[in-house]
């Protein structure tokens, strides 16, 4: 039972706590028992379609915040996970819609721009993808996940002038925060992603590395998240897995695979590491 007792909202704000803590599987639970005691709370049903899209289940996330954008259709919040629940999913149109409908009731709102621009990339219309990204940039200031994007649409663009300035920039914003955060994981992997998507894969090996050795082994099944990204250890492994490909070393990559199936068997960057040759 929950510390303010057996009721919806006491589950919801255990919830939140757990999620808070990248507990997502305790999070999920508690926002099951919160809309079972009381199905017309939307903020559970909300909540718990994030932890779902956290926890890499895109479509149970879909059903669940496509009923909270039903029924407060003029409210940002859920509309605007609702998108990014389906360019998870793989429909990168129909988080298009979401998102310009966003920007049609608010044209400032920098995480609608955002997901405009991640419709384009996941289309690979990467010029689309620059130009959204630079207003992302323009309207929020210099934050890492919009520079991050812009760095990689405009390296498929071709304008790796572009890439390189926003990549660094990206990288410089995550030193501060790994100055801030030594013993936390999430700043040495992000920078692993900026050095991956800088094709340097040894220094990228090298900040995998280090975020996989700040993960306890009581933390081995948290979610971690930064900068809007979400990841596990295994995801870690799998990006060292990534690189070890890269540079030709299928052994290692193979054995980092093998891993990764140990814990997850349905883990499908494990399987293909496994499988490398």
């Known amino acids: 039972m929950p510390f303010g007792g057996e009721n919806a909202e006491s589950y919801y704000d255990e919830g939140l706590t757990a999620g808070m ?12 028992k919160a809309i079972r005691l009381d199905n017309s709370y939307a903020a559970a049903y909300h909540q718990l379609g994030k932890v779902c899209l956290r926890m890499g289940d895109p479509q149970r996330a879909i059903d669940l915040i496509a009923q909270v954008v039903k029924k407060k259709p003029a409210q940002a919040a859920p509309r605007l996970d609702l998108g990014y629940a389906f360019l998870a999913a793989g429909q990168p149109q129909e988080a298009r819609k979401e998102f310009e409908q966003l920007l049609g009731m608010d044209p400032s709102n920098v995480r609608a721009t955002m997901g405009l621009a991640q419709t384009y990339f996941a289309d690979c219309n990467w010029d689309m993808a620059v130009r959204e990204a630079q207003a992302a940039v323009a309207s929020g200031g210099s ?38 955060n030594p013993d936390q994981p999430e700043g040495h992997y992000l920078r692993g992603e900026v050095y991956f998507a800088r094709d340097d894969f040894p220094k990228a090996l090298e900040h995998y590395r280090a975020a996989d050795d700040r993960i306890g082994e009581t933390e081995s099944d948290r979610y971690f998240t930064a900068f809007g990204e979400s990841f596990t250890q295994l995801d870690v492994l799998a990006k060292q897995g990534m690189c070890y490909e890269r540079l030709g070393r299928a052994d290692r990559a193979r054995e980092i695979g093998e891993r990764i199936v140990a814990r997850n068997p349905d883990h499908r960057l494990g399987q293909s590491l496994r499988n490398s040759q």
Do not use: H, M, W
């Open 143 to 180: 934050n890492f996940a919009a520079l991050f994007l812009l760095g990689r649409a405009a390296k498929f663009a071709g304008n790796l002038l572009l890439s390189n300035s926003s990549l660094e920039s990206a990288d410089k914003l995550l030193q501060k925060s790994v100055e801030l």
């Open 21 to 32: 803590k990248g507990e997502l599987g305790r999070a999920a639970k508690c926002f099951e």
